[in-house]
Structures are given as structure tokens and as C-alpha cells.
């Protein structure tokens, strides 16, 4: 048998799973785009109307209370960045303060349940601790506080 001349260029070999993969991997990033453009397309056109009968003036007022046709949304805006503040005010030195102790203080054995714990906990989108958090933590903050809301 004859050798076969090679161009001494490396041809790819590819195997049809590995074809498959790479079209499932595109297929899927291709998706994610799309659904990420019709979610701002669906926001644009229910939220264009009320765009349009309330004055711009209106919308940057200090009132929020739709009921009565005041929509002012400095107010919300005021008490996310309050909320923001505040979340960071607690969770920077915490973050911090775990980090330093998983990785100079804590013993071997305490840093190999921890670290994975809080890998896991890192992991966890926002709107799941959220929905836990009404769950579970507001009913306890209303019969604790003895508040009429959590």
C-alpha cells in the first residue's frame, strides 16, 4: 500500500455528534437572541400606549399612585436605589468577611463544605431567593413584627 499525500494542511476530522453538538450549541444561541428581542418587542408595544396619553412631565413627577392618574416614577426609582444601597451595605463586608475566612482561616475540612455551599449559593438566580424569600421569610417578618404585610 501506498501512503496517501497529505497537502500538509490538518483536515479536521469530524464525527456527525460533533456536528450535531456544534448545531444544537448555535441553534441555542441563535434562540436565546431571538427571545431576547421578542421580550423587548412585546415591552415596546404594551408599554408604547401608556407612553403616549401620559405627559412626560407627569412621568417624572415625585406621585405615584395610578388610581388617581398620577404615575410618577422618580419614587420608584428613589426606592430601588435605597433597596440597592442597602443590599450592598450588607452584602459587600459579608462577602468579604466569608471569602477571607474560606480561604486564610478556616480549616481544610470546613473549606471543602463551605466553598461548594457557597458556589451553590452563588449559582441560584435572584428570582429564586426572591420567590423564597415571600415564601418563607415574609410570613415570619408579618407574625414577628406583627405587621399587616410581610
Known amino acids: ?3 496517501r499525500p497529505t497537502t500538509g494542511v490538518a483536515e479536521p ?3 456527525w455528534q460533533e456536528v450535531v453538538l456544534s448545531r444544537a ?3 441555542s444561541g441563535y434562540s436565546a437572541i431571538v427571545f431576547v428581542g421578542l421580550i423587548f418587542f412585546f415591552l415596546v408595544r404594551e408599554g408604547l400606549p401608556a407612553l403616549v ?3 412626560l412631565a407627569d412621568l417624572f413627577s415625585l406621585r405615584w399612585y395610578p ?3 398620577y404615575f410618577g416614577v ?3 426609582i428613589t426606592g430601588s436605589l435605597i433597596v440597592t444601597v442597602g ?3 450588607v452584602a459587600i463586608p459579608f462577602g468579604i468577611g466569608t471569602a477571607m475566612f474560606i480561604s486564610g482561616i478556616a480549616p481544610r475540612w470546613a473549606r471543602e463544605v463551605l466553598k461548594p455551599m457557597v458556589e451553590l449559593l452563588g449559582g441560584l438566580p435572584s428570582v429564586v431567593l426572591g420567590f423564597l424569600g415571600i ?3 415574609s410570613p415570619f417578618l408579618r407574625l414577628a413584627l406583627d405587621l399587616p404585610t410581610g
Request: hydrophobic content about 60%; aromatic content about 0%; cysteine-free.
Open 1 to 3: 500500500m501506498t501512503p
Open 135 to 137: 415564601l418563607i421569610l
Open 25 to 27: 450549541v448555535r441553534l
Open 53 to 55: 396619553e401620559v405627559p
Open 74 to 76: 422618580l419614587p420608584l
Open 67 to 69: 388610581i388617581e392618574g
Open 87 to 89: 443590599a450592598m451595605a
Open 13 to 15: 476530522v469530524r464525527n
